[in-house]
């Protein structure tokens, strides 16, 4: 206890001696201290404040994939439905996932990273020279759960995994004799010939072919298993010890400042493409060691500096009154480092109260620093850039995918296809506003698109529900569902009025037509399906 008194006075002692450091480094403008009913805001919640009315967050709805179509219909488990158990990301094995809840959830991240994919898979040619394949390299690949399906479904591309880890990438080796061992016991020659790689893809590109490091999957037998997974490829090493062309750039996941480093390697290369979905955001600061640099770059210091992009930088650390406030490091780096902890959002069960609606908006805004720096990158025509969330949202809570591709390669087809706004996605910007700014903003840009009679009428639906509901023995298991074919603006209401009396919110149903908005107390995070709900709108309890 002496020790913490003493701590505290020395802290005391030093702001007395230096209250410029502790005006400039702790606290935001006074404007910004304050939120709506005089709440005192967090320091990420101040930068926030500063930052919302200045740079707005936009998500694109995530692609459909071409489904295929059987004689029963469209196969509604595609692509996974054509690939081998093996190949799959549920086993007992090392190096696949026993539990069938986790299994599950992965394979929905790879679907989402496939359905960014495959519109920008270009089958004919690499942009390198039209004598390689288009050459596909997943950073932080780790056990290949993605690469080997990719190198199945994609037998005409190079895939490439770069891996610090040594273990999974031997991982991954074994998994992948495991799926050629099963297509050649359980399959005709006939089925096998749809996954074996074409000649060309299964070539070791000529910059790693004396590299120990860089191993091919392919396994020569005298059979037609020739060819399957010839294209897969691995590379165990830092991120940045990997130096070999190639066109798309892939990162599930991959921890911390290592998305970084894979950005500026497909942009080195002149990579025509990247989907990334980044994850461990809080490891963006650069105040202590950090492995995840370490396993990107080979050594202990860190190689990018943050914010990244050029409209950032102005912002963040400024409070827009004094100039040179904005350039100070000390305050920037500060500023940057509350923000992207509070942007490591990774609580499953946590419901979208406004708290976690600000995390949500603090991690959405990292993101956009990435975007405008790969959109200010101006060779070859410049990249363009979207951001979309996972489909469904609950498969990670880091379910943000960044998508870039180059304009003098793809058509405008792409970016129409990436260019469609998801409306549910921006409901949690209104509320972060809404939290932070409340009477201080000149009229939200949320209340703008409705009337108040409106926002009333949803207002009241909910506290009935609440007030029915509130004396049964499960009260908190209890769900209000909205009817369907409301709209986009309606639900975007709905988001927004929830999110201001602090209650759980989030979007149901895959299309459209069947898309709704969920709604229930504090603390209380569930899938209509897998809880009892009520539904006034339609007389019944369920």
């Excluded at 913490?4 to 006075?9: A, D």
């Excluded at 970084?260 to 493409?273: F, H, L």
């Excluded at 990244?308 to 000390?330: E, H, I, W």
Aim: some cysteine; proline content about 5%; overall charge neutral.
């Amino acid at each position: 206890m002496g020790r913490l008194r003493s701590k505290r006075k020395g802290k005391l002692r030093q702001q007395e001696e230096d209250p410029g450091r502790s005006q400039s480094t702790i606290e935001q403008s006074s404007e910004f201290s304050l939120g709506v009913h005089g709440v005192r805001l967090k320091h990420f919640e101040k930068v926030l404040a500063y930052l919302l009315p200045k740079v707005q967050p936009h998500y694109a709805k995530l692609p459909q994939i071409q489904k295929r179509k059987t004689d029963l219909g469209c196969d509604a488990q595609y692509p996974f439905s054509t690939l081998p158990s093996s190949a799959r990301v549920l086993g007992d094995a090392p190096g696949y996932l026993s539990n069938l809840k986790r299994a599950l959830r992965k394979e929905g991240q790879l679907l989402s990273m496939m359905r960014c994919i495959s519109p920008l898979v270009d089958t004919s040619y690499s942009q390198q020279s039209k004598y390689e394949p288009f050459t596909i390299v997943d950073f932080g690949g780790g056990s290949g759960h993605l690469g080997i399906p990719l190198a199945l479904l994609l037998p005409q591309s190079r895939i490439i995994v770069v891996d610090f880890n040594e273990r999974s990438i031997q991982l991954m080796h074994e998994k992948s004799k495991k799926v050629i061992q099963q297509l050649q016991k359980e399959c005709s020659a006939d089925e096998r010939s749809q996954f074996a790689a074409t000649k060309a893809a299964s070539k070791i590109p000529m910059e790693m072919q004396e590299n120990p490091l860089f191993r091919s999957c392919a396994v020569h037998s005298p059979d037609a298993t020739v060819g399957i997974l010839a294209n897969l490829f691995s590379f165990q090493g830092p991120v940045e010890k990997f130096h070999a062309p190639f066109d798309m750039a892939l990162a599930l996941h991959l921890c911390g400042e290592a998305t970084d480093i894979a950005i500026r390697k497909a942009i080195a290369v002149n990579a025509v493409a990247m989907v990334l979905a980044p994850c461990c955001v809080g490891k963006l600061s650069q105040k202590a060691f950090n492995p995840d640099v370490f396993n990107a770059t080979g050594k202990n210091d860190s190689a990018v500096s943050y914010p990244q992009s050029y409209l950032f930088c102005q912002l963040v650390g400024s409070d827009g009154d004094d100039a040179q406030q904005a350039t100070d490091p000390k305050r920037q780096q500060d500023d940057w480092d509350a923000l992207a902890k509070a942007a490591d959002y990774s609580n499953e069960e946590e419901c979208g109260t406004s708290l976690n609606a600000t995390r949500r908006t603090a991690k959405a805004l990292l993101e956009t620093d990435r975007r405008l720096f790969l959109e200010e990158q101006k060779f070859n025509g410049g990249y363009r850039t979207a951001l979309t969330k996972m489909d469904p949202l609950d498969v990670t809570p880091k379910n943000d995918i960044l998508i870039a591709w180059r304009q003098d390669f793809y058509g405008k087809e792409v970016e129409e296809m990436f260019s469609v706004p998801n409306i549910d996605c921006q409901s949690d910007f209104e509320v972060a506003q809404a939290h932070l700014l409340g009477s201080q903003t000149n009229g939200s840009t949320a209340r703008n698109d409705w009337t108040n009679e409106e926002e009333e009428e949803i207002k009241t639906m909910i506290a009935e529900f609440l007030e029915k509901t509130k004396d049964m023995e499960d009260y908190m298991d209890r769900i209000y569902l909205f009817p369907t074919k409301m709209g986009a603006r309606k639900r975007k209401l709905i988001h927004f009025v929830a999110g201001t009396m602090n209650l759980a919110h989030w979007s149901h149903g895959d299309k459209d037509s069947l898309k709704t908005v969920a709604v229930a107390r504090r603390g209380q995070r569930k899938r209509p399906e897998q809880s009892l709900h009520y539904n006034e709108s339609k007389g019944s309890e369920n």
